[in-house]
């Protein structure tokens, strides 16, 4: 190979796992006991760590394993922090592949048996460039192949093929298991039907494919496939849809690519080696971080060994390649997981919830707009006409009537079926308000309803899913989500902003920062809480929880920063009616709510996060 086009690494990880099925997919992997396990599979958050050639260490005489020794040091001393599941290493573990040079790696990768899951593949140089994977015995087989105990004992562990040279392992991670697939650098028509066999097993687990020949780069980091990586990729990668990341090092510089399978859908492949850097690229590492909150895969390229340095002693040319920040080496992904593994792994939607199961001893009202709540909803736009009926459906009163404001039009309240994917019922309703002129509809508590004057001194919990429309077009600065009527000047508050405003409201501020204020029973004040900007085009669970003595709101079961320490017990309430989808100002509505509000619960009770109408 040539040195502009050629060089060798590329990696990846992934975590903790069940035993899987073994060798040949038919044998059942022996699991033994493994090292307590310090990352986490249930968060959002993990990491898979990627390790290139490193066969410049591993070279006869010239062997220096001490940067790699390092390498695995950093990896299990940062495992649990940075939730590193899985190390993949992408071949050429050594440059001749002889038993001195594997004997020393195979010594080597014993820092982590027993401590973190691991694949390792052949690269050409560590089976002397000989052909596929039908090649049988070698150095680099009996010390890193299907039948070393290295593998077989840990618990990611799936299986390999009858030749030994390719290998799977699955893992468990951010709530879901993956594959990792770990293929020699020249399958052979057998070891890609082993391979296709093993995802043939695993229809709904996405796979990062791992080898050690794919693509190769430009100097500008465009990758493009290489002759042989064109037939593993017509032959097999874009024809599972399951393959969304590929690793491969062989060749260098560093670069990456974006290819669209069988099904339509993206493939990262990426090219990762430092072979030809300083110290022979000194073990460095790559840290795929996957967040599937964020939707993003965050990537970064360091050497854990010039990292542990004195800085004060690192040579030059140390300090110059402790990390790589280029475009090849340092970037992000945007990925929609989930819509990226719909076409083999779909989420099932929760189904709705009978209204019975959300409702307790403790719960004040609860509305919702699907047929139980709003008999009269439906179909999707239909405008929901004024006198229309929301029952309560604790069954205590708190009937809710629909009005429109200032003469508005039928589009002012339309029924949807969009909905929060947690909330119990399947419906919600699309309030079109706004200014210019003040536009808007209204859910008026009947006059009688308990709910109008209940003072909640023993605390309460409100709770609303809303949404707001992309783009968020017009001037909505305050408008109201629910509030109380009247003014608080009328119930004998002197302290507060206005005595014009209403005695409890939660709104909408220029920022789209969400404010709650209520005047307490206890005391003549009116602690407000302000949240974050709150984002557009999808749906959110709001909750305000007070327990008599102070107030917290909730987004997304996330506290806000700004709630006060303001001691604040009940809300001052005084028989004037509760509304959802406006605030009043000196008793008189001007714009209504403008987006989305689904479920909508007040509880007289402060409840726990886990007790809210989603669940977290």
Not at 283 to 308: C, H, K, N, Q
């Amino acid at each position: 190979m040539t040195e502009g086009q050629f060089g060798r690494r590329a990696l990846l990880q992934a975590a903790v796992a069940v035993p899987a099925v073994g060798a040949v997919v038919t044998t059942t992997a022996t699991t033994a006991a493994a090292a307590p396990q310090t990352s986490d599979p249930g968060v959002p958050r993990f990491a898979l760590a990627v390790l290139p050639d490193t066969q410049y260490l591993f070279d006869e005489d010239s062997s220096r394993p001490e940067p790699l020794r390092e390498t695995f040091d950093y990896l299990l001393r940062e495992r649990a922090d940075s939730n590193i599941v899985f190390m993949a290493h992408l071949g050429d573990v050594t440059e001749h592949g002889s038993e001195h040079e594997i004997g020393l790696a195979s010594d080597t990768f014993e820092a982590l048996d027993g401590r973190m899951p691991y694949s390792v593949l052949a690269g050409n140089h560590d089976v002397n460039g000989s052909t596929d994977d039908q090649r049988g015995d070698s150095a680099y087989l009996r010390a890193f192949g299907a039948a070393a105990k290295r593998f077989r004992r840990m618990p990611t562990f799936g299986g390999a093929s009858p030749d030994g040279y390719n290998s799977f392992h699955t893992l468990r991670a951010a709530g879901r298991q993956w594959l990792v697939l770990a293929l020699d650098w020249r399958v052979s028509d057998k070891g890609l039907a082993w391979a296709q066999g093993v995802l043939d097993a695993h229809p709904t687990l996405p796979v990062v494919l791992t080898t050690h020949e794919l693509a190769w780069s430009e100097e500008n980091g465009q990758a493009h496939l290489s002759d042989y990586g064109q037939r593993l990729w017509d032959r097999f990668i874009k024809r599972n849809d399951q393959i969304f990341l590929t690793l491969n090092g062989h060749f260098w510089p560093p670069g990456r690519t974006v290819l669209r399978n069988d099904a339509g859908h993206d493939v990262h492949v990426h090219i990762t080696n430092y072979q030809d850097r300083y110290y022979g690229g000194a073990g460095m590492i790559r840290l795929y971080r996957f967040d599937l909150a964020r939707g993003v895969i965050d990537v970064e390229t360091f050497s854990p060994w010039f990292l542990r340095r004195d800085p004060h002693q690192r040579n030059p040319l140390e300090a110059e390649t402790i990390e790589l920040t280029g475009p090849a080496d340092r970037f992000s992904l945007e990925i929609d997981f989930a819509a990226r593994f719909a076409g083999f792994a779909p989420v099932t939607p929760p189904a709705p919830r009978p209204a019975a199961a959300v409702i307790g001893r403790d719960t004040a009202a609860y509305w919702r707009f699907d047929p139980s709540g709003l008999p009269s909803g439906g179909p999707a736009g239909a405008a929901v006409a004024d006198g229309t009926v929301v029952k309560d459906l604790t069954g205590k009163g708190n009937d809710l009537v629909v009005h429109r404001l200032h003469g508005s039009g039928p589009g002012a309240l339309t029924w949807s079926p969009e909905h929060h994917p947690g909330a119990p019922a399947h419906a919600s309703l699309r309030f079109d308000g706004g200014k210019a002129p003040d536009r808007g509809a209204i859910l008026e508590a009947v006059r009688s309803a308990p709910i109008n004057a209940q003072r909640f001194e023993r605390g309460y919990t409100i709770e609303a899913f809303v949404k707001f429309p992309d783009p968020f077009e017009g001037d909505h600065a305050w408008m109201g989500i629910l509030s109380w009527e009247g003014r608080n000047g009328d119930a004998g508050k002197t302290s507060g902003w206005s005595p014009e405003e209403p005695t409890c409201s939660l709104n909408l501020s220029p920022e789209r920062f969400l404010q709650f204020v209520v005047y307490p029973t206890d005391r003549d004040a009116d602690p407000t809480s302000w949240s974050h900007a709150l984002p557009v085009g999808r749906w959110m669970h709001l909750a305000v929880v007070n327990d008599s003595r102070k107030t917290v709101v909730y987004v997304d079961g996330s506290p806000i920063a700004r709630n006060p320490t303001q001691p604040s017990k009940g809300i001052t309430t005084f028989g004037k009616p509760f509304v959802i989808g406006a605030t009043q100002f000196a008793e008189r509505f001007s714009q209504g709510f403008y987006g989305w509000i689904g479920d909508v619960r007040i509880t007289a009770a402060a409840l726990p996060v886990r007790d809210f109408l989603t669940r977290f």
